[in-house]
């Protein structure tokens, strides 16, 4: 299986100018090598760089609708789960009117 890391070519069928295709095992390989040069000795994934996306856009004030939308879920009730681990639940929401 080849993958390419970087870099643009052009579609022979419509000419247009693209990036070519990036394997999920790829990137996997990336962030455990970047984190392993960082001295992070727990496992890291994009899966966890989701989760702390999540958290922090949460930690931050973001509503629940922008992060739900971000993260590409169709029901909020998937994004909430990021509300119990900030141990407040719904309340770990803050609105812009209360900084």
Known sequence: MCSVKHGLSIDPRSGAQRRHHIYEATVQRAIRTAASR???VKPVTPHVL???????????????RTVQELLGHK???????YTHVLNKGGRGIISPLDM
């Open 75 to 81: 029901d909020v009730n998937t994004t909430m789960i």
């Open 38 to 40: 960082a001295g992070i």
């Open 50 to 64: 989701r989760h702390s996306f999540a958290t922090h856009l949460l930690q931050a004030g973001y509503d629940i």
